[in-house]
T-cell receptor
Framework: AQKITQTQPGMFVQEKEAVTLDCTYD???????LFWYKQPSSGEMIFLIY??????QNATEGRYSLNFQKARKSANLVISASQLGDSAMYFC????????????FGKGNQVVVIP | DTAVSQTPKYLVTQMGNDKSIKCEQN?????MYWYKQDSKKFLKIMFS???????INETVPNRFSPKSPDKAHLNLHINSLELGDSAVYFC??????????????FGEGSRLTVL
């Protein structure tokens, strides 16, 4: 069964605007971690941000923030002040306590930033 | 110095051939992975090794055989290549998360095309 769900179609975002990428997850483990990765057209996978299931505060890393709603099992990524270089695929991923360290990835969201 | 390096970056070969992809990490991590990214960009874990021991072996055909000579290396050998094996194969490594996030560090990917 799919553990990470990213269902938004491709998105066009105006430069300097904020964009929210949705991610919902499914787990019964009490401890887990949530990750977001960026994959630009050049193909490399770039780690953006991490949220632990016990973290009390939403994670932030520069222009990236994670809107973590544990009860709803959602971990949305917010990119503020979009830049042209933000155009990429964005993947949400989860590591479960009993998952042998594997990261399970969602299907990704395509974001295109337009000037 | 590249943290996770995999070679070759591109591989074009005929059906039925055998090929290998090599991966090395210089981060001192104890866990390494192989992921397959298909044409729809879906990332699926194939194998994971922790300190040279196989800990994850997803439903992958027997034609795929990983080998970890030491914890810094994880190679992937594929026998009798089929058209459906065409994909980008990513090697990754992580430190067992104990106090840290344990995010995956990815190589640049190896694009395999089977003709």
């Amino acid at each position: 069964a799919q553990k990470i769900t990213q269902t938004q179609p491709g998105m066009f975002v105006q430069e300097k605007e904020a964009v929210t990428l949705d991610c919902t997850y499914d787990t019964s483990d009490p401890s887990y971690g949530l990750f977001w990765y960026k994959q630009p057209s050049s193909g490399e996978m770039i780690f953006l941000i991490y949220q632990g299931s016990y973290d009390q505060q939403n994670a932030t890393e520069g222009r990236y923030s994670l809107n973590f709603q544990k009860a709803r099992k959602s971990a949305n990524l917010v990119i503020s002040a979009s830049q042209l270089g933000d155009s990429a695929m964005y993947f949400c991923a989860m590591r479960e306590l009993y998952g042998n360290n594997r990261l399970a990835f969602g299907k990704g969201n395509q974001v295109v930033v337009i000037p | 110095d590249t943290a996770v390096s995999q070679t070759p970056k591109y591989l074009v070969t005929q059906m039925g051939n055998d090929k290998s992809i090599k991966c090395e990490q210089n981060l001192g991590h104890d866990t390494m992975y192989w992921y397959k990214q298909d044409s729809k960009k879906f990332l699926k874990i194939m194998f994971s090794y922790n300190n040279k021991e196989l800990i994850i072996n997803e439903t992958v055909p027997n034609r795929f055989s990983p080998k970890s000579p030491d914890k810094a290396h994880l190679n992937l050998h594929i026998n009798s290549l089929e058209l459906g094996d065409s994909a980008v194969y990513f090697c990754a490594s992580s430190q067992t998360p104990s106090g840290g996030t344990g995010e995956l560090f990815f190589g640049e990917g190896s694009r395999l095309t089977v003709l």
